[in-house]
């Protein structure tokens, strides 16, 4: 089950994130849970809390700032039902478009995109620090969808 989270659930989104390791840190985490320009959707199977979207309003579009599932979750479409989900708020909102960036060597996430619908619009070089245990940095390939 897909549902908005709130600040009663900070305690689980944050355990979620350290499992996950989508990059965002806990404070932007427990801000966006009681902020108005932002929503946090939770995906819910049997009382866990197993994936987590971050979803910014922007003044004419909306900006997908985290995914993250459990790694024992991954490949069961939880990322797929958030990313729904994720569009359904952009709609809602009356976005023109949602964009987000991805690392380009997350091969299930860019796939994921593309299956949505999104499209590779540029390259960011050397945003993302390098991979656990790997050296220098990554680019990050920013994508957008019309909504």
């Not at 989104?13 to 849970?33: F, I």
Request: charged residues 25%.
């Amino acid at each position: 089950m897909i549902a908005e989270l709130g600040e009663k659930d900070a305690k689980a989104l944050v355990a979620l994130e350290a499992r996950t390791l989508s990059g965002v840190n806990q404070t932007l985490l427990k801000d966006a849970l009681s902020a108005d320009t932002t929503c946090v959707l939770g995906a819910w199977q049997a009382r866990e809390l197993t994936g987590y979207a971050l979803l910014a309003r922007l003044p004419f579009e909306a900006e997908l700032q985290a995914i993250g599932v459990l790694p024992e979750r991954r490949g069961e479409g939880v990322g797929h039902a958030l990313l729904t989900a994720v569009l359904s708020i952009a709609v809602r909102w009356q976005s023109e478009r949602v964009l987000l960036e991805v690392r380009e060597t997350n091969a299930a996430a860019i796939r994921l995109y593309a299956g949505a619908g999104f499209q590779q619009d540029g390259v960011r070089r050397g945003y993302y620090p390098a991979a656990e245990g790997g050296a220098g940095r990554e680019d990050a390939l920013l994508m957008s969808r019309l909504v």
